[in-house]
């Protein structure tokens, strides 16, 4: 049996040219890129090479690319890097990616106190509840741009257009956004973008925290003065240069994939509506990455359909993958006001370039065939409960 990976928001395959330059990277540009040698020198250009290149795709500086190791250090590095006082306010969405969350619990633990943004059905921000926020005493707005469970779209503009009223940094976790839509870090007048590697074909163990040029950013890690004393640690030549490659080559195909992706989703969204009726669709139609479907099955408990998906050949999630093994329901679609058999029956599909139109009409032959046989299943059990 064939199995069809509908996971790609949890990671992706390294492109060909990718693995080509870690391989060619790892033995040419091995050195130090801290030393003072030949060596060195060869590994440093291969290194600034690689921020200038990523710099340019985003729309940021080379100065305010910061190398770290994925989207969670990334993450945490911005939220407790900007805090200037542990005690302070952080406004945040309930629906956040667990890096955040957590990284803004632990300000809470340290007496900070946490305030949450209103998101409607769909799950975008409800912007005339903006001006209801305390913004003169916020110390910090950390806010997702991509979901990464529902794919759901933010218009942070307003966001913006607040903050910088009123002095207050805000931090964009866009790890699901990069190599999946265009992301303009200037553009998007945020103090701090976090971004993985590994979401857009790129190596695993490698990430960057882009940094607006005059932000106050205090480091979470010492011994060194790598990337500007900001985050300290020999920077992995090899990888940052697989980034730069990954993300280029995103750039170059972008339309076409974006093309690509919308159909597959389309195709398997409205095949699963119909096959598996009733089908409930989570978060905006409209705005929402073009290779993420969530997806609810009325009728059927969520873990046990995907165990049943994964024996029959098909890797999807139900959700966030760093909230694996939590037994909490997804606190985006509880944020979004979905009721408690929609929230427990939801899966993700994710998609990418790589995915075919014959793989998804099998996918949703698999998906309809394993909730058809868990509703029958599941109703004598309800009956006897």
Not at 104 to 122: A, N
Not at 256 to 262: E, T
Request: a negative charge; glycine letters at 8%.
């Amino acid at each position: 049996m064939q199995r069809i990976f509908l996971d790609h928001n949890s990671t992706t395959r390294p492109l060909p040219e990718v693995i080509d330059a870690l391989s060619a990277h790892s033995r040419e540009s091995f050195a130090n890129p801290g030393s003072r040698h030949a060596e060195g020198r060869i590994a440093r250009r291969a290194l600034e090479g690689a921020r200038e290149r990523i710099a340019n795709v985003l729309g940021a500086n080379p100065g305010e690319v910061i190398f770290t190791s994925g989207g969670t250090e990334s993450i945490n590095l911005a939220i407790l890097g900007l805090a200037k006082d542990t005690a302070g306010t952080f406004l945040l969405t309930a629906g956040e990616h667990p890096a955040t969350r957590e990284a803004c619990r632990h300000l809470e633990r340290r007496g900070g106190t946490l305030c949450f943004l209103d998101v409607d059905s769909e799950g975008r921000l409800v912007e005339d509840r903006l001006d209801e926020i305390p913004w003169n005493r916020l110390d910090l707005v950390t806010v997702i741009l991509a979901h990464n469970e529902t794919g759901v779209l933010q218009d942070l503009d307003p966001l913006a257009d607040r903050c910088l009223r009123f002095g207050v940094p805000l931090h964009i976790d866009a790890v699901q956004a990069v190599g999946k839509m265009p992301v303009n870090f200037h553009k998007l007048r945020a103090a701090a973008l976090s971004l993985a590697a590994h979401k857009f074909h790129g190596p695993r163990g490698i990430g960057a925290l882009l940094l607006r040029e005059g932000a106050v950013l205090s480091p979470r890690q010492f011994g060194g003065h790598q990337e500007a004393g900001r985050r300290a640690g020999t920077e992995s030549v090899a990888l940052a240069v697989g980034m730069a490659v990954a993300l280029e080559r995103w750039q170059s195909e972008r339309q076409i994939w974006d093309a690509r992706l919308r159909e597959l989703r389309d195709r398997l969204e409205e095949g699963l509506e119909t096959a598996c009726e009733p089908a409930v669709v989570n978060g905006s139609r409209r705005h929402r990455l073009s290779n993420t479907l969530n997806i609810a099955f009325p009728g059927v408990d969520g873990e046990a359909l995907l165990v049943a998906l994964d024996l029959a050949g098909i890797a999807c999630s139900l959700g966030s993958t760093c909230a694996s093994g939590s037994t909490e329901p997804a606190p985006a679609l509880l944020a979004m006001g979905r009721p408690p058999e929609v929230v427990s029956s939801s899966l993700r599909f994710s998609l990418s370039f790589e995915n075919t139109p014959e793989e998804i009409d099998e996918a949703v032959r698999r998906i309809s065939n394993c909730v058809t046989r868990l509703r029958r299943t599941s109703v004598p059990a309800a009956l006897n409960g």
